[in-house]
């Protein structure tokens, strides 16, 4: 497989830098202010704190040269994911989400959409396609899934909704733009949740939506200024420093888990692995088709749920806390939040900790389990 570095990290550092007047801060201002000087009649600049922010805009302008596609920024994934499907669907509409993805986003469909007269069917992200994609006007699709790892097939389920008259929003919060493009897969929109591995230090939440579609670009937007789900400039700032390092921590992260993940296949104690990049896997011959980078996370499931805590309470490397894609190496076991895994079952999201020195870490708490 190729292994493509990211096509165009390099410009996107100096996006800004270009740009510069003599004089000015290398590094992103942050603007804090929820009002502008405006003297006589609005001439069309910024007007207010809940339309315009310079620093998010920022933000915003290096996202859309990551995605290649104009980008909206939003105070969390779940607010991305939120406007991706209010600005898409009706009264009337058919939605197909996955079963086995991010449970917030079936959470938001189960609790909110049903009530507007939105019907939301759930399949399961290995088998998104049995039953066919006609009749759905969104299909919201992710891939990998979380936490299970499943893949599917993009290109195939974009041509499938298009040709059915639908539209197809991807969640690519596991990949983010430099593993996976689905906007060049297929898919019309896409959304991520930036505060995984784009924040990267586990200290901000932010999302954002990128799509090529007018339409739903110009609806995502009012979304996010009439319902005031905005992203707060000092997280904007935050979220544009974790970009300016994604490249490298992001490439870090995915080779150290290449290498991880042949260890933990090999391993007594390992009952079950999935992680795209082993050649075993199910997902493996797609994952080379449609991704640039295995990804970062690996799940594992151990005999028992005893095993698993011991595991990562006793690894001084691995943190144990929800979410992923931080500098940190962190593990859970996703049982405790009611997903559909064995008791044992660990999600492990490959940090920055250099591989070796990590491995001597897991491989010794694996060897404690037992001893
Ligand atoms: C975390 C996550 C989200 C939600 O993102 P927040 O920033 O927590 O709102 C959505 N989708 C996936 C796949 C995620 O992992």
Redesign the pocket.
Known sequence: MDTPTAPKAGAMLHLRGNRLSEGEPVALPLTQSSMYHLPGDWTGGPSYGRADNATWEHLEHVLAYLEDAPTLAFP??????SAALFATVKAGSRILIPSD??Y??RRLGERFLQNLGVEVVQRPTAAFCEGGLAGFDVVFA?TP??PGLDLCDLPAISEEVHAAGGLLIV?N??MTPLGQRPLELGADVV??????APGGHSDV???HLATRNADVLQAAREWRQFGGGIPGPQEAWLAHRGLETLEVRFDRMCSTADVLAERLAAHPLVRQIRFPGLASDPSHALAKQQMARFGFLISITLDSAEQADAFINGCPLIRAAT??GGVHTSAERRARWGDAVAPGFIRISVGTEPAEELWQAMQASLQAVVA
């Open positions: 969390s994934g779940m607010a991305a994911i993805g991010y917030v986003t992710e899934s979380n969640d919060t596991t959304v991520a949740s930036d505060t995984k939440l932010m999302g979410s992923f």
